[in-house]
């Protein structure tokens, strides 16, 4: 076995590897609460009677049939457009 075969070995330059990661910092990512988004279920917004189709929620004047609005205590309001229609007292009696 001879000295000179043997391969060379290069030493990195340790040095720089070290700087570069005192340089990595954390950035503070806002920790996301738990809630997600569900799509609407717009299916549920039909009832099919027999022959008939039944609409649960009104359609958005606006937008069009496809578009719900939202049921809020005394209005119905659109998410798309911003339509809002105020609940009129009907004589229930
Ligand atoms: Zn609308």
Do not use: N, Q
């Amino acid at each position: 076995m001879s000295e000179d075969e043997k391969p060379r070995e290069e030493k990195p330059a340790e040095k720089a590897e070290e700087k570069a990661k005192e340089k990595t910092e954390k950035k503070g990512k806002k920790a996301r609460t738990g809630r997600k988004h569900e799509k609407t279920d717009t299916t549920k917004f039909y009832e099919v009677k027999g022959s008939e189709i039944l609409r649960k929620k009104k359609p958005c004047p606006r937008c069009g049939p496809g578009t719900w609005l939202a049921e809020h205590k005394a209005r119905f309001y659109c998410g798309r457009c911003g339509y809002t229609v105020f609940e009129k007292k009907e004589a229930k009696e």
